[in-house]
């Protein structure tokens, strides 16, 4: 640390060696700055704000210097942010967009003309900020989401609070909407007050700027920690936090987590009933604090402050009445579809009261933010991502609401311009640029024996199309997990130990993937033992353990599934993963043919039964997948080449030449099969079996 700082509220994370390394490249000090304050989530929330560096550049077309700003990019996040998610636009050019600025009416247009001042014309795509950066004389400015200072933003008492804290060092702008006009006033205030060290935006962030890209970082640290410092002195002080705590006596942390598991999938049906929607659960300290107190009712229908916020958690949360909770389960389902079917109708009229001739049309009705006295927050959203970080950035609010509130009144963002920023045009705009949504977007698969060959295969292709996957095995956990989250991010894959012989380890797994995604919506059962022997030799032990694993634990774990799938009401998948030996009797195999033909016939029965509830049941018969399979790791390929009279390293030509393709059978070949049943290719197909075996015409179904 810099033995001159001392800061107890944010991290001081500069390395002076490293920024000796970055010395004379001002573009790489500015993304090493942007990366520091993006890496304390005190600082700035997920992909909120924005931080710029103005260098001199060579104009490629005159071959004179310019003045050209770097600035973050639409939609990108300070904490990763690299040159390419950065846009660069002449600093001139910006100051001539005054002479065309025709005032607020005529905001959005705007944004089109930054176009016409790009430096590099293949950068990233400027964001609204911009002119809130390019109007202002810094070399080097940082625009950030602070909750220490919204909490001072959204104060009704808030620019005599930041007199008191800073003196005549900073500024104060009232609420408006970002754009062109506020980089106006934002230049204003500056040229009005020589001196500032930055600015604060009424209801919305901060703004300061040095000479170099550290005097930035380090006058953004000390103001915000001056700021947190006035907070800490004051929590208590007028009044309890929250009015003081309403449920004195919550549920353990193992209650809460079991009352949110038990009831996430009946709230993520509700909360899909226009798409399919994926859950994120916390009980935080911060969460916990609110919503166990006197103020909860209060302050929640006051909503969030900044756009940020606001953005990604709506209008208002849905509170859950947690005596209402604590009924059966008709009654629980009873109070929660006329909680939800009163905030979608709330949510129409505040549409209708707030909307202009130009909106969007109205958007999904269904809350983002859950709020359950005793049990914490639950928040649904179109992906996992989405969905942990809605509840991030409603954790943000209430830190700003407790603040707010121990130091003045909170102030919530007045319902028109909560109105004026969700359905901006655009915003709305944004939304219409993103990628259109994988196949398996939005579901949860849950795959046994998920971190052997087959089974891992399967986890990796439906994460490839979408979904989140829980690998469920009894080894190989830890690392299956960090290779699955490293592949394809941190949100998409949960392992959970399990053994599919017991209930009880099933049922917990499965809660384990409701918390972390809010229900399941693809079981795919994988897991599997092979023994191969003649019958004189095949022992109760041996008949017993292939029964339990394959038929027992199928049965079980679709069970359990079946249960949760019938909460959500949204359908389902079952995809069991039999074998040709279901279908063809072979020597040498007694035991493991007749469980696999159970299997298959369970899958069949299970069609019948569960068509109901748009639950599909289908078959994947593998043969000889020998790659990577744990059942080939024991006895079982020896008793095989024993059965066929040939070596155990001859094994996969001997399958190869007796199919019908001639092909070797992968996982990968496995795992496409289950992809087609699940993907909506065969949306109507049910109780069917598909044969992945290269073509063997004895397993032909007739």
């Not at 920690?225 to 002080?237: C, F, I, R, V």
């Not at 659960?281 to 916020?309: I, M, Q």
């Not at 909460?567 to 389902?572: I, K, M, Y």
């Amino acid at each position: 640390m810099h033995p001159t700082l001392t800061f107890q509220h944010v991290s001081y994370l500069w390395d002076e060696a490293k920024a000796a390394e970055l010395a004379g490249d001002e573009v790489a000090l500015f993304l090493y700055r942007s990366n520091l304050l993006g890496a304390d989530l005190r600082l700035t929330n997920y992909a909120g704000g924005n931080t710029s560096v103005k260098i001199q550049a060579t104009n490629p077309v005159t071959g004179e210097a310019a003045e050209v700003m770097w600035v973050k990019g639409s939609g990108g996040d300070i904490g990763t942010l690299t040159k390419a998610g950065c846009a660069n636009l002449y600093v001139e050019k910006l100051h001539q967009l005054k002479a065309r600025y025709r005032g607020l009416a005529h905001e959005d247009e705007m944004v089109g003309l930054f176009e016409y001042c790009l430096f590099d014309p293949k950068c990233a795509t400027p964001s609204i900020d911009t002119p809130l950066h390019g109007l202002l004389p810094f070399k080097h400015i940082d625009h950030l989401h602070p909750d220490a200072l919204i909490a001072i933003a959204a104060s009704q008492d808030g620019e005599a609070i930041m007199r008191e804290i800073w003196g005549d060092t900073m500024g104060w702008l009232p609420w408006q909407k970002p754009g062109f006009d506020l980089g106006l006033q934002l230049e204003k205030i500056v040229a009005d007050n020589p001196g500032l060290r930055g600015v604060i935006l009424g209801g919305h962030g901060l703004f300061t700027w040095g000479d170099t890209s550290y005097e930035s970082y380090i006058n953004t640290l000390e103001v915000i920690e001056m700021a947190a410092t006035y907070l800490e002195a004051n929590y208590g002080k007028k009044s309890p936090v929250f009015g003081g705590v309403k449920l004195e006596n919550g549920p353990d942390e193992a209650t809460r987590r079991a009352q949110a598991a038990a009831a996430l999938p009946l709230l993520r049906g509700l909360a899909s009933s226009q798409r399919r929607m994926l859950g994120h659960y916390t009980d935080d300290a911060r969460v916990l604090e609110f919503v166990n107190s006197h103020d909860l009712a209060r302050l929640a229908a006051k909503g969030t402050s900044c756009p940020d916020h606001f953005l990604r958690t709506k209008i208002r949360p849905l509170v859950l009445d947690p005596e209402q909770m604590k009924g059966d389960a008709a009654a629980v389902k009873a109070y929660l579809e006329g909680l939800f079917a009163d905030y979608r109708q709330d949510y129409v009229a505040y549409y209708e009261r707030c909307k202009h001739d130009n909106s969007p049309a109205v958007r999904d009705a269904n809350p983002v933010i859950i709020l359950w006295p005793g049990v914490g927050l639950l928040s649904f959203a179109k992906d996992k991502q989405t969905a942990r970080v809605a509840a991030e950035f409603y954790t943000n609010a209430i830190n700003v609401m407790r603040g707010a509130e121990a130091v003045s009144t909170y102030q919530g963002l007045a319902e028109q311009e909560a109105f004026n920023i969700e359905y901006w045009l655009l915003e709305e705009a944004k939304l219409q640029r993103m990628a259109k949504p994988k196949a398996l977007s939005g579901k949860v698969a849950y795959v046994t024996g998920g971190t052997g060959g087959i089974g891992l295969a399967i986890c990796e292709l439906l994460a490839q199309h979408g979904a989140c996957v829980v690998a469920t095995d009894r080894d190989r956990l830890a690392e299956t997990q960090e290779s699955l989250r490293k592949k394809f991010g941190k949100d998409s894959a949960l392992t959970a130990a399990i053994d599919v012989t017991d209930a009880d380890t099933i049922a917990e797994s499965f809660r384990q993937a409701t918390l972390q995604f809010g229900g399941v919506d693809i079981v795919v059962n994988c897991a599997g033992l092979s023994i191969s022997k003649p019958l004189s030799e095949t022992t109760q032990a041996d008949w017993d353990i292939l029964n339990d694993v394959l038929v027992k634990g199928q049965f079980l774990v679709s069970q359990c599934a079946v249960e949760i799938m019938r909460q959500q009401n949204l359908g389902g998948d079952i995809v069991n993963i039999a074998s040709k030996n279901g279908l063809v009797a072979g020597p040498n195999n007694v035991a493991y043919g007749t469980a696999k033909a159970a299997q298959l016939h369970m899958s069949r029965l299970l069609a019948a039964e569960l068509g109901p509830d748009k639950i599909r049941v289908n078959t994947v018969n593998p043969d000889a997948v020998l790659r990577g399979s744990k059942i080939w790791e024991g006895d079982w390929a020896a008793g095989r080449a024993k059965a066929y009279g040939v070596k155990v390293e001859d094994l996969p030509q001997h399958y190869a030449k007796r199919t019908l393709l001639g092909e070797e059978v992968l996982a990968e070949d496995i795992a496409k099969a289950v992809l087609v049943f699940v993907d909506g290719s065969l949306a109507k197909s049910t109780g069917n079996v598909l044969n992945v075996d290269g073509g063997v015409a004895m397993a032909f179904v007739r």
